[in-house]
T-cell receptor, first 115, second 111 residues
Framework: DTGVSQNPRHKITKRGQNVTFRCDPI?????LYWYRQTLGQGPEFLTY????????KSRLLSDRFSAERPKGSFSTLEIQRTEQGDSAMYLC?????????????FGPGTRLTVT | DAKTTQPTSMDCAEGRAANLPCNHS???????VYWYRQIHSQGPQYIIH???NNETNEMASLIITEDRKSSTLILPHATLRDTAVYYC????????????FGKGTRLHILP
């Protein structure tokens, strides 16, 4: 399967703990995105990488959130000191280099439950 | 904020064509219309996009009005597996990298 993969698929953690999610984009895609989705809402943009450079961050990405893409391939999203409001589906997407109109390809998501 | 308006939900009988409307009255000349769908517990899936002309692929057809202020996604022969939330998005993909999703239309295919 050459699609976007995300691990883990599910994570249950206690409030105050740190969690880290991983995203592996499609291999030739140099752009990678993180979104968050809560129940009944559409996905909300969190941050975007082009290669290893983080080019945009949403105001939703508080200081407790950090994302990295050190070698321009896989990316990690870490949440420190989790809160119950962080419970959501975290989605990763990738897309090819800009040129013609392009689509984003989404992974299956990581569902986080903070108890 | 999302620049599109869609009905909250729709029903369609299995085997019939599902026609999903979208209003985007403030669309600008460089913005494309994109459609994605999200099946329960999965990530969004790209369906189709268009600028001015009608488009068709193996999944669906996209009909854009001449003034570009609205569009319709057509699933020609809906199956139960087409039950999903469908998102209509307008975006200048040469300038905007992120996608701004609205709440979409929840499509129920009825057996």
């Amino acid at each position: 399967d050459t699609g976007v993969s995300q691990n883990p698929r599910h994570k249950i953690t206690k409030r105050g703990q740190n969690v880290t999610f991983r995203c592996d984009p499609i291999s030739e895609h140099n752009r990678l995105y993180w979104y968050r989705q809560t129940l009944g809402q559409g996905p909300e943009f969190l941050t975007y990488f082009q290669n290893e450079a983080q080019l945009e961050k949403s105001r939703l990405l508080s200081d407790r959130f950090s994302a990295e893409r050190p070698k321009g391939s896989f990316s990690t999203l870490e949440i420190q000191r989790t809160e119950q409001g962080d419970s959501a589906m975290y989605l990763c997407a990738s897309s090819p280099p800009r040129g013609t109109p392009y689509e984003q390809y989404f992974g299956p998501g990581t569902r986080l439950t903070v108890t | 904020d999302a620049k599109t308006t869609q009905p909250t939900s729709m029903d369609c009988a299995e085997g019939r064509a599902a026609n999903l409307p979208c209003n985007h009255s403030t669309i600008s000349g460089n913005e494309y219309v994109y459609w994605y769908r999200q099946i329960h517990s999965q990530g969004p899936q790209y369906i189709i996009h268009g600028l001015k002309n009608n488009e068709t692929n193996e999944m669906a057809s996209l009909i854009i009005t001449e003034d570009r202020k609205s569009s319709t996604l057509i699933l020609p022969h809906a199956t139960l597996r087409d039950t999903a939330v469908y998102y209509c998005i307008v975006r200048d993909s040469n300038r905007d990298d992120k996608i701004i999703f609205g709440k979409g239309t929840r499509l129920h295919i009825l057996p």
